[in-house]
């Protein structure tokens, strides 16, 4: 599924939704009523809500707490298998030119100990929506703008409704176990963790999140976190949905550890002899008119030991790799070079791994032909 980056629609409305927070006052102590598309207000003179209604012209409202908000109307419906109307939310950092007050926002994940938050949600039945704690980071300390990686908490699922990309597996994070996503939106990557039933409330350190997508090869420690935010994207319906609380710390002073996997030795290993040593599965998980997404799994089909790989093939003609995860991809005209990334260099007899890219297109999409495998020609699976 492809989605817009909330708020990129309709770009010339984000200043107006900037004039509208100064508007509104400020620091909100009695209840506040916003139904302005971008409109926002500051809460405890710590934390900003946003309608950010970006993706339907229909009317939505929101009443804002001194502690979280509620949604109040919500009159917009888009289809389950396209993008929610918008994300009202509350959030600490800067989101696009809107910075919540003396936040230490971006900062560079290297130099972050902890990121202590927490969050109370109500829920509703008979609306089609996701709960959602999202964490913003880019390699530049951007405060404005689009961010080129958006990790997506789904607390709760209700309706036909799945996350950007396709699943890639589980992960135990916060004392949790999450089926993780991953996928691009077109102008950003993004990984999301979704629970298996509705979590109300939750307290939790965000590092963990962070480290598990720099562990997956998504950023490094060099990168920076900008925002933490906490809403809902609904479909259809939601009034009732509300955050009752959000507080969210993010401490610096300390060093974040690098991730714990040691890097493959090298030279690489030559797959073991013999034209199934290896099989290769080219997968296109998301196509649009001028860009891909796309996924490739290396399978070690031999009886020996790979330590550390390279793989090689041409893309047709038209298609640029713009960015990608898991290993490290370079293009040289048609021709892609591939290598491991630390932590997946090792592949035993039967074992797998896999890595993905974002890339443009111009004309008709198709995938590559053939593969190798350190020098080693690999079947396609």
Request: include cysteine; glycine fraction near 12%.
């Amino acid at each position: 599924m492809r989605r817009p980056l909330r708020a990129i629609a309709a770009a010339g409305l984000l200043a107006a939704g900037t004039i509208v927070a100064v508007a509104l006052g400020g620091n909100a102590s009695a209840d506040t009523q916003i139904c302005e598309q971008y409109g926002s207000t500051v809460i405890g003179n710590r934390y900003v809500v946003q309608n950010n209604r970006w993706g339907t012209s229909a009317q939505q409202c929101i009443n804002v707490t001194s502690t979280g908000f509620s949604i109040t109307r919500q009159d917009g419906v888009a289809p389950t298998n396209g993008a929610p109307v918008s994300y009202p939310s509350i959030f600490f950092g800067c989101h696009y030119t809107n910075c919540s007050p003396g936040t230490n926002l971006p900062v560079q994940v290297k130099n972050i100990s902890s990121a202590p938050g927490s969050i109370s949600y109500n829920y509703v039945s008979g609306a089609t929506y996701n709960a959602s704690y999202d964490i913003w980071l880019d390699p530049s300390p951007k405060r404005d703008g689009v961010n080129q990686m958006e990790i997506m908490i789904w607390l709760n699922r209700q309706g036909s409704i799945q996350p950007i990309g396709s699943p890639v597996g589980s992960a135990s994070v916060a004392g949790r176990t999450w089926e993780v996503w991953r996928g691009s939106n077109g102008s950003n990557n993004v990984i999301s963790y979704v629970a298996s039933s509705p979590i109300p409330s939750l307290s939790f350190d965000a590092m963990a999140f962070i480290n598990d997508t720099r562990n997956r090869g998504a950023i490094t420690n060099d990168w920076y976190l900008t925002s933490i935010q906490a809403g809902f994207e609904p479909w259809q319906g939601g009034v009732g949905l509300a955050v009752n609380s959000f507080s969210q710390s993010v401490n610096t002073g300390g060093t974040n550890p690098p991730p714990t996997t040691t890097p493959p030795p090298n030279p690489t290993t030559p797959p073991p002899s013999g034209s199934s040593s290896c099989s290769v599965k080219y997968t296109s998980t998301n196509v649009w008119n001028n860009g891909f997404t796309a996924e490739v799994t290396i399978t070690n089909t031999g009886s020996g030991t790979i330590n550390g790989w390279t793989l090689n093939y041409n893309l047709p003609g038209g298609q640029t790799i713009t960015n990608s995860w898991n290993a490290t991809v370079t293009q040289s005209g048609s021709a892609v070079t591939a290598r491991n990334a630390g932590y997946n260099g090792t592949l035993a007899p039967g074992a797998s791994t896999n890595f993905g890219y974002q890339a443009t297109l111009s004309g008709s999409y198709s995938a590559p032909s053939s593969f190798s495998l350190n020098g080693t020609t690999c079947a396609r699976a």
